[in-house]
C-alpha cells in the first residue's frame, strides 16, 4: 500500500451547483518529500521486511537508501535525493531491478503495478458532515458505473467513527486508461431538508490521481431548505404548520 505511506499527496475541494455539477474550488499539493520504493521488500516480515530482513550478509536496498538521507546536505541535494528516489522507484515498478537485486543473492519478486488511493469526505454546504449517501464511479457516454473496466478497484473502506468517509484504492493503470466520473446520491431525497444528486461526467483523470500517491477529495453538497420550513406572513392570524414540502428551495 505505497499509496497509504507516500507523503506526496494532493487535496481538492468541490462544490456543487444549482444543476448538480460538482465544480473545482479549491486544490493544493503537498511538499515534496523524499519518498522511495526499495524492491523485494515489504513492510514487516523476516525475510522481506523493510527493516527485519536487514543483515550483515548482503547489500541491502533499505541500507543503502537511509545512507543516502544521510548524505543531505543542503536543500539543493534533497532536490536531488527526491528526484533519485522516483526515478528508482519506476524502475523498481517496472521489473527494472530484478537482476541486479538477484545476482546480490537476494530473492525478488515482481512487485505490484502503481495504484492511487482516493479518500472522499461529504459535508454540506453548512459544514455538516453528510454520512448516508451512494457513492458510484461511472465510465463512458452514458456515465454508467456497469462500463467502469474489470479490476478497476482493488479495496474499499469506510471510516468506522465517520461514515461518512470512504477510502478506495484504484488500480492506477486502469483508471489512467478510461475516462472516469463520479455520481453521489445523499439521503434525504425528499422532504423539507434534502439533498440533490451530485455528478462528475466522466474524464480523464490520469494528470489528477497519481501513481502510489492519495488525494483528499472533499465534496461540499448544497443542502435545499424547502420554503415551507419558514415563511413570513402579512396576517397575524396563526396558522397550521404543515410539514408538506412545497417542491421550492430557498
Keep these: 500500500r505505497v499509496a497509504a505511506a507516500n507523503l506526496n499527496y494532493d487535496f481538492v475541494r468541490l462544490h456543487q451547483q444549482p444543476d ?4 473545482l474550488v479549491d486544490s493544493k499539493r503537498s511538499v515534496t518529500t523524499a519518498m522511495a520504493i526499495l524492491p523485494g521488500l515489504s513492510h514487516t516480515g523476516s525475510a522481506t521486511g523493510i527493516m527485519q530482513s536487514v543483515s550483515l550478509d548482503n547489500a541491502h536496498p533499505t541500507v543503502d537508501a537511509i545512507l543516502s538521507c544521510l548524505a543531505v546536505q543542503n536543500e539543493a541535494e534533497y532536490a536531488e535525493l527526491c528526484s533519485s528516489f522516483s526515478r528508482n522507484s519506476e524502475r523498481v515498478q517496472n521489473s527494472e531491478l530484478v537482476d541486479r537485486w538477484r545476482s546480490m543473492g537476494r530473492d525478488y519478486t515482481a512487485p505490484n503495478p502503481p495504484h492511487s488511493m482516493i479518500c472522499f469526505r461529504v459535508v454540506d454546504d453548512q459544514g455538516w458532515l453528510v454520512e448516508d449517501y451512494d457513492l458510484a464511479f461511472t465510465a463512458g457516454e452514458d456515465a454508467s458505473p456497469d462500463l467502469l473496466p474489470q479490476g478497476v478497484f ?12 470512504l477510502t478506495y484504492y484504484l488500480d492506477h493503470e486502469k483508471i489512467e486508461a478510461t475516462p472516469i466520473g463520479l455520481e453521489i446520491n445523499a439521503r434525504p431525497v425528499e422532504g423539507l431538508v434534502r439533498y440533490r444528486k451530485a ?6 483523470m490520469g494528470p489528477i490521481l497519481k501513481p502510489n500517491e492519495a488525494i483528499l477529495v472533499e465534496i461540499v453538497l448544497q443542502r435545499l431548505i424547502d420554503r415551507n420550513c419558514f415563511q413570513l406572513i402579512e396576517r397575524r392570524l396563526p396558522e397550521p404548520i404543515s410539514g408538506s414540502p412545497s417542491g421550492i428551495s430557498c
Design 20 to 23: 448538480g455539477d460538482l465544480k
Design 154 to 165: 482493488r479495496d474499499r473502506q469506510r471510516n468506522s467513527r465517520h461514515p461518512g468517509r
Design 199 to 204: 455528478t462528475i461526467r466522466p474524464q480523464h
